[in-house]
């Protein structure tokens, strides 16, 4: 059982350039969710899916996309890098109903550094 | 509207002494309230939660947690802290009703001193 794992650990990108940060979980959770973490601001967070087929925007969705390709995978994209998007990006999951008392799982992060 | 006060950047304390990181909240209704420690370089891990009953929430590694609806707080204690409990530690609360997205604080760094 890995929990929530997270592709690539680390990453460098040039301003403008795109990637996808990958996401999946082995728990059967229904609701998933994509966090930035940046200095003394906290966790903030981009997007996330009650469910299998469903998107909605969180607090900072500006230059991100996210696809929940099915239950166990939630990616996100960046069409085109900035450096305030450098950040550590944090993928969550949790089980059962939309509305439960449910706590996260949170996978390792990655880091990304944009130039 | 929900939000989460962690009135303390950082926390000091010796190791066997025992350790209080601070929490208040804002919700319009009843809270679900957690803790979650973060380690250097990993990912958020939770502690604890509080949904309903008992005030006094036992978790993970020795943890616990006050919930006080009076004074809106929801600290986390431990009776002997480790020096291996220096970490960063977040509360998160999710009103009960309504959105079922959690708002965290800021985050209190731990730091025990041998």
């Known amino acids: 059982n890995a929990g929530v794992t997270q592709t690539p650990k680390f990453q460098v990108l040039k301003t403008g350039q795109s990637m996808t940060l990958q996401c999946a979980q082995d728990m059967n959770h229904n609701s998933m969710y994509w966090y930035r973490q940046d200095p003394g601001m906290g966790l903030r967070l981009i997007y996330y899916?009650?469910?299998?087929?469903?998107?909605d925007k969180g607090e900072v969705p500006n230059g991100y996309n996210v696809s929940r390709l099915n239950k166990r995978e939630f990616s996100l994209r960046l069409e085109s890098a900035a450096p305030s998007q450098t950040s550590v990006y944090f993928c969550?999951?949790?089980?059962?109903?939309?509305?439960?008392?449910?706590?996260?799982?949170f996978g390792p992060g990655t880091r990304l550094t944009v130039t | 509207a929900q939000s989460v006060a962690q009135p303390e950047d950082q926390v000091n304390v010796a190791e066997g002494n025992p350790l209080t990181v601070k929490c208040t909240y804002s919700?319009?209704?009843?809270?679900?309230l957690f803790w979650y420690v973060q380690y250097p370089n990993r990912g958020l891990q939770f502690l604890l939660k509080?949904?309903?009953?008992?005030?006094l929430v036992k978790g993970s590694y020795g943890f616990e947690a006050e919930f006080n609806k009076s004074q809106t707080s929801f600290h986390l204690k431990k009776p002997s802290a480790l020096v291996s409990d220096s970490a960063l530690y977040f509360c998160a609360v999710r009103v009960r009703r309504g959105s079922y997205i959690p708002t965290f604080g800021r985050g209190t760094s731990l730091i025990v001193h041998p």
């Open positions: 919700v319009s209704g009843n809270p679900y």
């Open positions: 509080y949904i309903t009953g008992d005030n």
């Open positions: 899916s009650a469910s299998e087929g469903t998107t």
């Open positions: 969550a999951s949790s089980g059962g109903l939309a509305g439960g008392p449910y706590e996260q799982y």
